[in-house]
């Protein structure tokens, strides 16, 4: 049985003009949407680049294997692959803290020769695309180089029986254009105490960096006169079909939250240091998200989520 997976027009453009390449053989990220609306969707193929003077990402082993019985007309040729698992994981760990809200990495993919299809199953879904997902496993798409067809294998939990590939039609349609940019700007203001001893230092700004994160989680999020967090409207009821500008979000903090890192200076420190400045929040949602969905994105991304960056 095969499946659908919903995707952008753009990874079209990019798979045939690999295929009019000679250079057919590529491994990368899938960048996909998530939320309500955006379920299953395949945005962009990020490939991972190979380093000046390094060996390519992946590459052919000269080794095949055959069936069982080479006169059976079952038997079928498997081509080896090697994947430099550790700069995939690099790359991985890189793409993460740099996307906004409401995209993620959904899995790896491979694009090549379609006998070495096993292999590359076998070798991606060990990615490791979040140290937090525990024993998830990572959703893989093989792509064949010759004429352009896919395979897909879901993500599942180890816990589960793993779904062996499938077949997969990739529905090309315009999907970055369902999608709709939200903003918004946090200020930060504190004061931390400076002291000689560099762990205290270092201690205070962890500190702080946790409470005001848990200022960030538990404020409220405005569009216009609606709170997000208290409201069953969708996106779309607030943005006009054909505007394709940016939505403004407010963002507060939870007033029961107040950051206890900025004290004054004490006899054991050299005195204080201002700390000040402002966080600025971006997230891609659908335009049918629901609103407490957008909150959730827009203080999930990069921008106001303090803690991925220490």
């Known amino acids: 049985m095969s499946r659908q997976l919903q995707t952008d027009r753009r990874v079209k453009d990019h798979i045939e003009g690999k295929l009019k390449t000679t250079q057919h053989l590529e491994v990368g990220l899938l960048l996909g949407a998530v939320g309500q609306g955006a379920k299953e969707t395949l945005l962009q193929l990020v490939p991972t680049p190979t380093e000046e003077g390094q060996q390519p990402v992946v590459t052919l082993t000269s080794a095949s294997t055959q069936g069982a019985s080479s006169k059976s007309k079952s038997s079928k040729a498997q ?22 809200g ?46 352009g067809k896919a395979i897909y294998q879901a993500a599942s939990a180890s816990a589960r029986p793993r779904q062996s590939p499938v077949p997969c039609e990739l529905k090309y349609g315009p999907m ?46 405005f569009l216009g006169r609606e709170c997000c967090q208290n409201s069953n409207k969708g996106l779309h009821e607030l943005v ?16 029961s939250c107040c950051a206890t890192a900025g004290t004054t200076a004490s006899e054991e420190s050299a005195g204080c240091l201002a700390v000040q400045g402002a966080l600025h929040g971006l997230a891609f949602c659908h335009k049918r998200a629901s609103l407490p969905e957008v909150a959730n994105c827009l203080k999930g991304g990069p921008g106001c989520c303090l803690c991925s960056a220490w």
Not at 131 to 142: E, H, I, K, S
């Open 79 to 100: 081509t080896g692959i090697k994947v430099d698992n550790a700069s995939l994981n690099l790359h991985a760990s890189l793409v993460i803290n740099l996307l906004p």
């Open 102 to 147: 409401g995209l993620a990495l959904i899995g790896a993919y491979f694009l090549g020769p379609a006998a070495a299809n096993d292999q590359a199953f076998l070798e991606l879904s060990r990615l490791k695309l979040n140290p937090d997902a525990g024993a998830f496993w990572t959703a893989v798409l093989c792509i064949d180089s010759s004429s």
């Open 176 to 221: 970055l254009e369902n999608l709709q940019s939200v903003t918004c700007r946090y200020p930060l203001q504190s004061q931390l105490p400076v002291h000689c001893n560099g762990k205290q230092m270092i201690s205070q700004i962890k500190r702080l960096v946790a409470e005001e994160s848990n200022r960030i989680s538990s404020g409220l999020v």
């Open 240 to 255: 006009p079909a054909a505007s394709q500008t940016s939505l403004e979000a407010i963002l507060l903090s939870s007033p």
